[in-house]
């Protein structure tokens, strides 16, 4: 008991303490001065459900094509829901909505007047700005808000993430973000593909709950994902908003072949950055190294690459 207390307080004191070296280096977006504990759920986390619908659609074109449409693809409709409270806003985009995606979502937009329309009825659409604003304080009125989506991780946070960098928001959206889950990795844990076709969310929705809806609807989307109570979850399945540049941080790493692009993947839904590691190292050697990856899960054999 006295041993694991001791081992408590070594932790606690690495993630507190204060750095023995130069200055940390502060990288965009990520605290870097206060290592991350192993996530905990304490039953006070709020589910919230949210999806995107865009300009551009890029489920079957290359990788390096789809990071290129990825950063220029405009938000067209954002919508969340808490299980009580809807958030639904059309965005007016700049760039042109692609022909196959209004065939999808049903949304056009004409420039010459300003005008969205939804399966041609106009619609009101308003600045992109707005719209995060107003989603940062939605989600702000939850307490620790646990963003879920189908698909999220490749796709909507992406695309959110840089839309919330341009306008110079995403490190207040980050104040208000406990985390993230994507339910298309818990979907295809717990459905083989053999037994329900695949495991896209309209899928899903028909097979399990015996229900159609209107598909590319992004409020459609989160009400319907909401009411799929047949998955199950757990403090391993929640991944930091910023996954991708904690993940970044570990190219060096991933070049130099000291680590995998999985490692790196892993460590970084975590919520562990190369600096964090290297902070703990600071503070107190290598055992402060090593008590942090054996917490979040990993193993401490090799720590000295991380130094």
Known sequence: MESKKLKDNQRESVKE????????????????ETIPSKMKFEGEESVVVFDLETTDAWNKVTMTLKLT???????????????TTVFNEYVSPREVISPKVS??????????????????????????QIVLLEFIDFISKKKKPILFG???????????????????????FMLHIYGCIDTIKLARRKFKTKDIGNHKQ????????????????????????????????SEKD????????????????????????LTAR??????????????????????????????????????????
Do not use: W
């Open 17 to 32: 303490g204060d750095t023995y070296g130069g200055e940390i280096e502060v990288q965009e977006h990520i605290d870097t």
């Open 103 to 128: 065939e999808l979502t049903g949304l056009t937009f004409d420039f010459s007047c300003d005008q969205m329309y939804h399966h041609g009825k106009p619609v009101e659409s308003r600045d992109i």
């Open 202 to 233: 309209q899928t899903l929705v028909t097979k399990l709950l015996g229900i159609e809806y209107d598909a590319h609807n992004a409020c459609a989307d989160v009400t319907s994902l909401f009411q799929l109570e047949h998955f199950e979850y």
């Open 238 to 261: 929640v991944f930091p908003f910023n996954a991708a540049l904690l993940t970044d941080s570990y190219i060096p790493l991933i070049r130099a072949s000291h680590i995998t692009k």
């Open 69 to 83: 449409l990825l950063l220029k693809s405009d938000i067209t409709q954002l919508a969340a829901f808490d299980g």
């Open 266 to 307: 892993r460590l970084a839904h975590s919520g562990l950055c190369l600096k964090h590691l290297q902070l703990a190292f600071n503070r107190d050697s290598e055992n402060g190294l090593k008590s942090i990856l054996l917490e979040h899960g990993f193993n401490a054999k090799n720590s000295h690459i991380f130094y």
């Open 150 to 172: 189908h698909n999220i991780a490749a796709f909507d946070i992406p695309i959110l993430m840089n839309k919330l960098r341009q306008q110079s928001l995403l490190s207040e």
